[in-house]
């Protein structure tokens, strides 16, 4: 799963590459991976009618412009409508400018070696300048959504998100009011809960707490002022470091130009078990927690 610095680089280099580009044909190969929400509640999302509405109303636009919200990229279009793309687990996006320049990001499945399109080639949008964009998924659970642009903040996807780290709104005493809200919830899951915040996944949430000297097991409702202000600063810091880097490559993420991403050498638990803390030179343990892997220092995490 790419988390939120993986999915903002994708979004810098999609905004590069197809911002202004006029949309001539949608390719659906296979249909159920393009929702359209015309309008609330007409329940034809993944339907027949729902591919055709998505293909209709997409071609012959312009791509605005490209936001993400979590990890769902957001391209406005010059129309009424608003493209939403969630790559999910193993989706991946390609582009190909008419010179045959490829930038690939997301999942690195398929490698470049492949030929696009392929079979795990879903939806082609080819543009009128004679680029296209692929959108691949070995797994099928990313897809894509049209929806109405005054309709968007009402999505599930979308309502439902927490606050996001980058969000001016997010304080350190609004994170401290957040953590007293789930004072039993154990502070690893929570952070990674995307309703609590929005973004933060299994590698952040490891690096961010190692920053900070807290457990990834403790209450949220015990850690003290000092250490939630710190928490809050390294979440802060490590995701604007790791996005100023591309991203991490280790959860099988590679950049839109093909690039794994650099910010794995920076790790300072994540994928460590076992070696020495760079802080304070205790070993690296994991554990179970969650139903993910949880690295910490036992030594300088409390
Ligand atoms: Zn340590």
Redesign the pocket.
Known sequence: MPELPEVETIKRQLLKEVIGKKIKEVELRLPKLAYFEGFKGDGSTGSPQAAKNFKKNLEGAKIGKADRAAKILILTLSNDYTLLVHLKMTGQLIYRAKNGKMRRGGHPWPPAAVEVPNKWTHIIFHFVDGSKLYFNDLRQFGYMKLVKSDELAEQKEIRKLGIEPFDKNFTVELFSKMLKCHAKAKIKPLLMDQNFISGIGNIYADESLHYAGILPTRPAGKIKPEEVKRLYQGIKIILKKSIAKGGTSSDTYVTLSGQKGGYEKYLKVYGREGKK?L????IIKRIKLGGRSAHF?P???G
């Open positions: 803390c802080r304070c030179g205790g220092c030594d300088c995490q």
